[in-house]
């Protein structure tokens, strides 16, 4: 693995969930790491006021098909879910997450997508 190095992003990722394991060198992968959402508000008199609303963690995915994956068995799967940035040495933590969503398969050009990571907790890792 790559040691880690800052304001270098893309790579080689490995995707693992439950007992599957991914490795892609296009994956898209857009992390959720807040546990809030935090939006503005104007009160009467025009001061701020600010509205915390709890939000799961989480991550959308999208990568190529690597082969037979039971998508059926593996949506219904809790488990622990780990990205690794291979190529820039660093590991993001999924645990007690849950795949959401629905998984479409391109068949021309091998894509899946559709997928999330929801719910858990997140830890990153930093370089391993």
Partial sequence: MGAEVQGQFGGNITFTFGN?????????IKL???????????????????ELKPELVGAEIEFR???????????????NATIVEQTNGRTHLFTGTRLIGKPDVNLSTGAVAGLKISGGTYQFLGSS
Avoid: C, H, R
């Fill in 20 to 28: 599957q394991t991914f490795v892609i060198a296009d994956a898209e």
């Fill in 32 to 50: 959720s790491p807040a546990t809030f959402e935090v939006s503005s508000k104007a009160n009467q008199d025009g001061s701020a006021a600010y």
């Fill in 65 to 79: 098909n690597v082969g037979d994956v039971n998508w059926a068995a593996i949506t219904q799967l809790v488990g």
